[in-house]
Nanobody, 121 residues
């Protein structure tokens, strides 16, 4: 069994900061890319940021310069530091990872349960 567990969401005023964490656990052989997506009410889920196993990061244009993704390989954990938050950042944030479990030779996409981020104006 493999699972992703997110934490760190909450309510913050515009201009504030939050840090999201996502820890992968279970029978993990390897983890490839890890990333964060978000889904606002009435909108499609969108990519926020992604980081490769080698540490290369990419961001949605809407968050460049404000959000920073990082990962701790030893802890199987990915973080999203969100600064200068805006009301339009309000969404449910989901963690995603490409994981190869110990019982298979294939890599599969895994998702966390989501964590709510609400930015008040």
């Amino acid at each position: 069994q493999v699972q992703l567990v997110e934490s760190g969401g909450g309510l913050v005023q515009a201009g504030g900061s939050l840090r999201l964490s996502c820890a992968a656990s279970g029978s993990i052989f390897s983890i490839n890319a890890m990333g964060w997506y978000r889904q606002a009410p009435g909108k499609q889920r969108e990519l926020v940021a992604v980081i490769s196993s080698g540490g290369s990061a990419d961001y949605a244009d809407s968050v460049k310069g404000r959000f920073t993704i990082s990962r701790d390989i030893a802890k199987n954990t990915v973080y999203l530091q969100m600064n200068s938050l805006k009301p339009e950042d309000t969404a449910v944030y989901y963690c995603n990872a490409g994981i190869r479990a110990r019982w298979t030779s294939r890599e599969y996409d895994y998702w966390g349960q989501g964590t709510q981020v609400t930015v008040s104006s």
